[in-house]
T-cell receptor, first 113, second 112 residues
Framework: NAGVTQTPKFRILKIGQSMTLQCAQD?????MYWYRQDPGMGLKLIYY???????DKGEVPNGYNVSRSTTEDFPLRLELAAPSQTSVYFC????????????FGPGTRLTVL | RKEVEQDPGPFNVPEGATVAFNCTYS??????FFWYRQDCRKEPKLLMS???SGNEDGRFTAQLNRASQYISLLIRDSKLSDSATYLC?????????????FGTGTKLQVIP
């Protein structure tokens, strides 16, 4: 099993550009999450999903959108990138939500200039 | 007050030392607790779950104190490879879903 995979590993965007961060898991987990981690800070939840077709906002959803058309994939869309979105983005999945271990992808390092 | 608070450190300890970290949480309805380890520029990985009765895994012991609302992690006989940031995670029900909150992490540096 590959676990949780994320692409790209690195990306530099210009202000106002858009992009999609890809996340996929092959563990048949229902729960999937997107976090961002700023330097020296904890992880902040952007969006999460409890199953295909069901998504909801986390703590810091502004400027982002998600979709969950399949169990495996949970892409994160950045519209109109801003310097404040410079961060490391982690995708994670779990079998039983908050009561269970979360498995993380390797992260995407995004810089907005 | 933050929902989950950790001392950021760094804790600089010599090899072989015993070190302990605490993590306090503000919501008494919190249900499940974990310690994750994060190496520099890597993703977090589960170190251990924290049970009400406490649990031990080799050199690592985790405990939960619900009365004082904190969890702790004890590392005995520290190794150089234990150098990392340790994140506590607290979960509770909120509005029909599980609210997951990560602490900002405690940095441990084990020195030779």
């Amino acid at each position: 099993n590959a676990g949780v995979t994320q692409t790209p590993k690195f990306r530099i965007l210009k202000i106002g550009q858009s992009m999609t961060l890809q996340c996929a898991q092959d563990m048949n987990h229902n729960y999937m999450y997107w976090y961002r981690q700023d330097p020296g800070m904890g992880l902040k939840l952007i969006y999460y999903s409890v199953g295909a077709g069901i998504t909801d906002k986390g703590e810091v959803p502004n400027g982002y959108n998600v979709s969950r058309s399949t169990t495996e994939d949970f892409p994160l869309r950045l519209e109109l990138a801003a310097p404040s979105q410079t961060s490391v983005y982690f995708c994670a999945s779990s079998l039983a939500g908050g009561l269970d271990e979360q498995f993380f992808g390797p992260g995407t390092r995004l810089t907005v200039l | 007050r933050k929902e989950v608070e950790q001392d950021p450190g760094p804790f600089n300890v010599p090899e072989g030392a015993t070190v302990a970290f605490n993590c306090t949480y503000s919501n008494s309805a919190s249900q499940s607790f974990f310690w994750y380890r994060q190496d520099c520029r890597k993703e977090p990985k589960l170190l251990m779950s924290v049970y009400s009765s406490g649990n031990e895994d080799g050199r690592f012991t985790a405990q939960l104190n619900r009365a004082s609302q904190y969890i702790s992690l004890l590392i005995r006989d520290s190794k150089l490879s234990d150098s990392a940031t340790y994140l506590c995670v607290v979960n509770r029900h909120s509005g029909g879903y599980q609210k997951v909150t990560f602490g900002t992490g405690t940095k441990l540096q084990v020195i030779p």
